[in-house]
């Protein structure tokens, strides 16, 4: 998105301040919801392991595919080290950020979908609707200016496809 462009989005959330709010709370609160999403995901599968409920094989894939996918999503944009948004002369953030490159994928977003594909072999319901706020943080990501559309598309992509994968077979 170039400057010109993203300044409609500044000027309409700017005029609206609770609108603002709600855009800076919902990048604070969502990662937080994806983190305890995670690890309620690893209680409900050490209980389930140790009533016989769920296999340990299972327990296994839900700590070491989210970490590949981690680990492989954060490797990939050191490699491409794309640039951010902001990083254009003229272009304003509404979320005041200081990173430089490192912007494809959003990790925020990988993240997000790889602990909801987490969830499919247990609650496919809960996978549903993480995967729903997912795409609701990738939206937050880039008004907020953080991220390009394809950087949020891209982490949900990588995070829910490797992630589904890994979980799956």
Same mark, same amino acid.
Do not use: N
């Given at each position: 998105?170039? +400057? =010109? =462009?993203?300044?409609?989005?500044?000027?309409?959330?700017?005029?609206? +301040?609770?609108?603002?709010?709600?855009?800076?709370?919902?990048?604070? $609160?969502?990662?937080?919801?994806?983190?305890?999403?995670?690890?309620?995901?690893?209680?409900?599968?050490?209980?389930?392991?140790?009533?016989?409920?769920?296999?340990?094989?299972?327990?296994?894939?839900?700590?070491?595919?989210?970490?590949?996918?981690?680990? #492989?999503?954060?490797?990939?944009?050191?490699?491409?080290?794309? +640039?951010?948004?902001?990083?254009?002369?003229?272009?304003? +953030?509404?979320?005041?950020?200081?990173?430089?490159?490192?912007?494809?994928?959003?990790?925020?977003?990988?993240?997000?979908?790889?602990?909801? /594909?987490?969830?499919?072999?247990?609650?496919?319901?809960?996978?549903?609707?993480? /995967?729903?706020?997912?795409?609701?943080?990738?939206? =937050?990501?880039?008004?907020?200016?953080?991220?390009?559309?394809?950087? $949020?598309?891209?982490?949900?992509?990588? #995070?829910?496809?490797?992630?589904?994968?890994?979980?799956?077979?």
């Amino acid at each position: 998105m170039r +400057p =010109q =462009q993203y300044r409609k989005v500044y000027d309409w959330f700017t005029a609206r +301040p609770a609108a603002l709010r709600a855009l800076r709370l919902t990048g604070r $609160a969502l990662p937080v919801l994806f983190a305890g999403a995670y690890l309620a995901l690893l209680g409900l599968l050490a209980a389930g392991t140790a009533a016989g409920v769920y296999p340990m094989r299972l327990a296994v894939r839900a700590v070491l595919v989210p970490g590949a996918v981690f680990g #492989g999503g954060s490797a990939l944009r050191a490699a491409l080290d794309r +640039p951010r948004p902001y990083q254009q002369p003229g272009f304003v +953030p509404l979320l005041p950020k200081e990173t430089q490159g490192k912007s494809f994928p959003s990790r925020h977003v990988l993240s997000g979908a790889v602990i909801a /594909a987490a969830w499919l072999p247990v609650s496919p319901a809960a996978a549903g609707l993480l /995967a729903a706020l997912t795409a609701a943080l990738g939206v =937050q990501r880039v008004l907020a200016g953080v991220h390009t559309p394809a950087d $949020a598309a891209a982490g949900a992509l990588l #995070g829910f496809g490797l992630g589904a994968l890994g979980m799956l077979l």
